[in-house]
């Protein structure tokens, strides 16, 4: 392997696309470790940004949505989310997103979290966003390949979901942790 840009005691050399789809690029790259001088192919899932949110009523009910995931092969208990666009903020992406999936908006979105879903195969983040005193004030804009179900759950009714484990998707239940991090105490 020739010599590439060393990071904190790896070479790594200049990644090549395997496979292009619409939600990622896997990649893949020689890496070498300098203490050991082993050198190893690794792969990379290279998706964009993604954003989650979580949004409140007035009467601090949470906004969930049901959806199929072909992952699980199974419908999920989740809160509205999706990618940021090219060039969007987490902030606009998250009211958009929860506008479209729900047909919810509300005020003072604001970022609460921010995690790097496998920073083993993965370089994305994934932000939480706390968007409050939501209200259906709109229609849903679904895409083609989306049936979501909205409903509200109440943050004990949620809880109980999490420790049966129904939700279980751990991009959710990261935001809820934030969102528990946010609302400690003031509830």
């Known amino acids: 392997m020739k010599e590439g840009q060393t990071i904190e005691g790896w070479v790594v050399e200049e990644e090549k696309v395997l496979l292009k789809t619409s939600v990622a690029t896997i990649k893949s790259g020689p890496v070498k470790c300098c203490r050991s001088g082993r050198e190893k192919e690794f792969f990379l899932f290279d998706f964009p940004d993604w954003v989650n949110v979580v949004a409140v009523t007035p009467d601090n ?14 419908s999920e208990i989740e809160i509205p989310g999706g990618m940021i666009d090219p060039g969007e903020d987490p902030v606009t992406a998250a009211c958009r997103e929860l506008q479209e ?30 968007v409050r005193d939501v209200r259906k004030t709109t229609s849903r804009r679904l895409d083609e390949m989306e049936d979501i179900e909205c409903f509200l759950q109440s943050y004990e009714e949620v809880e109980v979901l999490v420790k049966n484990g129904t939700i279980n998707h751990g991009l959710v239940l990261n935001a809820l942790m934030f969102c528990s991090f946010s609302f400690s105490g003031r509830r």
């Open 61 to 74: 009910k949470l906004v969930m949505i049901r959806q199929f995931r072909y992952g699980s092969r199974r």
């Open 101 to 130: 999936e729900t047909g919810y908006v509300g005020s003072a979105p604001a970022i609460i979290g921010k995690v790097c879903p496998n920073p083993a195969i993965q370089r994305n983040f994934c932000y939480t966003v706390l």
